[in-house]
C-alpha cells in the first residue's frame, strides 16, 4: 500500500508532462488584418480561438469606444518620462511590459509606473522566443521578472504576458496560463520600434488614428521619439471622438 501511494502522485506528474508533450510547439508568428474605419482588427477564427482556450486576449468589446494603451520596454531610450508625463496629465492608465535589462537599467522608471498607478507587465527576462525555451527556462524568465518588479515597487502580483517577439505556441501558451498568466497580444500596432528610421510625430499620429477602433488594444514601444510626440495629441483626439482609455484589469473582467 506505501508503495502504491508513492507511486501514484509520481503517475500523475508523468502524465501532466506527456499531456504537456502533446500540445504543439510550433511557433506562431502574431499578426492581424488591420482595423480601419474604426472596424476592429481580426487575426482570424484560429488564432481567436487558440487564445481564448488559453484566456488570452488581443482587443475588447467591439460595441463600446473604450481602448487599451500598451507599451512594450525591452530597454530605456530617454522618452518614458515624457509618455509618464502626459499619461499623468491625461490621467490615462497604461501597462508597460518590461524586460530584465528594463528592470535593471531604468528601475527608478518602473517604480513611478506602479506609483502612479500604472501596471506593469511580464515580457520576459530576455527576450527570447519562448517556443525555443523549455517549461522550466519559461517559468524562470518570467518568475526572474515578476521577483524583481516586486521588489522595486512592491506590486504584489504579476498577471499579464507579452511573449517576446510576438511569437507564442499552444504550449507556451499552456505553460504561461497554468503559471499564473494571462497572454495580451494586441490589435494595432506599426513599425515604431526603429530607432533608426523615426518619422516625427505624424506617422505616429497617423498610424493610430488610422487604425484605431473599440475595443483596440495598442501596442506602443517607448524606445520611439515619435510615439512620445504624438501621445498627447493622440489622447486628446480620441476623447474628443469619444474614446475611453482604460487598463487592462478593466478588459480581462469583461472578457471572463
Sequence with gaps: MKKFLYILPLFFILLSQTAQAALSNQPIHWGFKKGTNEQQAEAGAQLDNLLQKYGGFYKGDSNKKIVYLTFDNGYENGYTEKILDVLKKEKVPATFFVTGHYLNSAPELVKRMVKEGHIVGNHSWFHPDLTTNSD????????????????????????????????????????????GYTHVMWSLAFVDWNVNQQKGWQYSYDNIMKQVHPGAVMLLHTVSKDNADALEKVIKDLKKRGYKFKSLDHLAKTIQ
Design 136 to 179: 522550466s527556462d519559461i517559468q524562470e524568465e518570467l518568475d526572474k521578472v515578476r521577483d524583481r518588479t516586486k521588489e522595486l515597487t512592491g506590486q504584489k502580483e504579476m498577471k499579464y504576458l507579452r511573449p517576446p517577439r510576438g511569437i507564442l505556441s499552444e504550449r507556451t501558451l499552456k505553460v504561461a496560463k497554468d503559471l
